[in-house]
């Protein structure tokens, strides 16, 4: 399994790791380990950039795999590459 990291290049987010909220402001790096659930939410008032990482590679290429698929093949890849989702967005 994968572990992600994430650099906030700029903007102000707040990311859930399992159960705990963290605030990651521009120059904050976020470390996830693998086998944690997460997700992020963009909370300050104009667009965010962010640079994410993750170790060992492989995983970044279902994202391009993604781009353009119908619901069900999103699924099968998501479920090929070991991703589901685990609940409602961050709010």
Do not use: W
């Not at 102000?12 to 693998?34: T, Y």
């Not at 060992?56 to 353009?68: L, W």
């Amino acid at each position: 399994m994968e572990a992600e990291f994430c650099y906030v290049v700029s903007g102000q987010f707040n990311f859930k790791l399992g159960e705990r909220i963290v605030s990651a402001p521009a120059g904050a790096f976020v470390f996830i380990p693998h086998h944690t659930p997460h997700t992020f939410q963009n909370v300050g008032t104009e667009p965010g950039v962010l640079l994410f990482g993750v170790t060992p590679g492989g995983f970044e290429k279902m994202f391009a795999e993604r781009q353009g698929v119908d619901a069900e093949t999103n699924q099968k890849l998501m479920a090929m590459h070991h991703m589901k989702v685990v609940g409602p967005p961050l709010r």
